[in-house]
């Protein structure tokens, strides 16, 4: 079981489901916290599905690689046969697209299942053909903007400028990342990883556009308070830089200890940036919500890597 939990990074599967969850909740607005609705489920869901199916095939596709540089994975190392690997991640491949189709028959709309192919289908083209190119970040990057459309698509969203800016600025940001773990196995390049983090930046300023570029002043909190939106700002740079500061001391000393490091605290801090974004449109109450899925990366990161 453990290997099977190694095979689909586990840990990474809370920010699977921050993902279309923030999306939904951006979109729709909720500002009480109760129980999301079926389609809601549905869409994170189907996200966590391809998701742990991309981690799955993406290590059959890799098998040759890893036997030289990474035996101790599950595949390599014979814990999980090769067949049944690629049998099981084909499955729950179409299983999440599956999931995407019952999600938006629930909310009325095409547009989830049309999300949900496009996911499937470039899962399945970074797995076989991407990942080694010079679009694989880019095809990285678009995996997390759809999941970022599953979830606005069951709310009817996208609805305004600034929202289509979200999945836009995180779909650059993890490009930034994929881009940083290019050669994380190895000896990583300096002018590779300082651009990389460059990357990322910009992905972090792009997704901080939900706020910025509508010109509110204040954002609602419970209770009628409001927090100003340069405070709003002010705490997104706090977490941008904690991210991007480590990823700069790794681009200096590109050791692979310390390359692991800043890819693992950049895949974690997604769910912690989607928690922010969540309170500049819900308040605090959801903000928490899905800032409770960081419970779950750090109680399997203690068994399975996150890379």
């Known amino acids: 079981?453990?290997?099977?939990?190694?095979?689909?990074?586990?840990?990474?599967?809370?920010?699977?489901?921050?993902?279309?969850?923030?999306?939904?909740?951006?979109?729709?607005?909720?500002?009480?916290?109760?129980?999301?609705?079926?389609?809601?489920?549905?869409?994170?869901?189907?996200?966590?599905?391809?998701?742990?199916?991309?981690?799955?095939?993406?290590d059959v596709c890799d098998l040759e690689l890893d036997r030289?540089?990474?035996?101790?994975?599950?595949?390599?190392?014979?814990?999980?046969?090769?067949?049944?690997?690629?049998?099981?991640?084909?499955a729950?491949?179409?299983g999440g697209v599956a999931l995407s189709v019952a999600a938006a028959v629930v909310a009325a709309s095409p547009w989830p299942a049309v999300v949900g192919g496009i996911l499937a289908a470039a899962v399945w083209g970074y797995d076989r053909h991407a990942k080694g190119t010079p679009a694989g970040p880019l095809v990285m990057?678009?995996?997390?903007?759809?999941?970022?459309?599953?979830?606005?698509?069951?709310?009817?969203?996208?609805?305004?400028?600034?929202?289509?800016?979200?999945?836009?600025?995180?779909?650059?940001?993890v490009a930034?990342?994929?881009?940083?773990?290019r050669d994380e196995a190895g000896r990583s390049r300096t002018g590779l990883l300082a651009g990389a983090t460059l990357v990322m930046l910009c992905g972090l300023a792009l997704a901080a556009g939900l706020v910025w570029l509508p010109g509110q002043q204040a954002i609602e909190l419970t209770g009628g308070l409001r927090m100003p939106v340069s405070t709003w700002l002010?705490?997104?740079?706090?977490?941008?830089t904690s991210i991007l500061l480590r990823a700069a001391l790794a681009a200096v000393d590109p050791a692979p200890a310390r390359v692991g490091l800043a890819?693992?605290?950049?895949?974690?801090?997604?769910?912690?940036?989607?928690?922010?974004?969540?309170?500049?449109?819900?308040?605090?109450?959801?903000?928490i919500v899905v800032l409770c899925l960081l419970v779950w990366f750090l109680l399997w990161k203690r068994l399975v890597p996150p890379t």
């Open 1 to 58: 079981m453990l290997a099977w939990l190694r095979l689909v990074r586990v840990p990474n599967l809370a920010t699977a489901a921050a993902d279309p969850l923030a999306g939904y909740l951006i979109v729709s607005g909720l500002k009480e916290v109760g129980w999301p609705p079926l389609a809601c489920w549905l869409a994170v869901a189907a996200v966590v599905a391809l998701y742990a199916a991309g981690m799955v095939l993406n």
């Open 68 to 90: 030289e540089e990474r035996p101790e994975r599950p595949l390599p190392s014979g814990a999980v046969s090769v067949g049944t690997a690629a049998t099981v991640g084909a």
């Open 92 to 94: 729950v491949l179409v």
């Open 141 to 173: 990057g678009s995996c997390r903007a759809l999941a970022w459309l599953m979830g606005m698509t069951v709310a009817g969203g996208p609805t305004q400028p600034a929202e289509w800016l979200v999945p836009a600025g995180m779909g650059v940001y």
């Open 176 to 181: 930034g990342i994929t881009l940083f773990a």
């Open 234 to 240: 002010m705490l997104w740079s706090l977490i941008a």
């Open 263 to 287: 890819i693992g605290n950049a895949i974690m801090s997604i769910i912690t940036l989607d928690a922010v974004l969540v309170l500049a449109r819900c308040g605090e109450r959801w903000a």
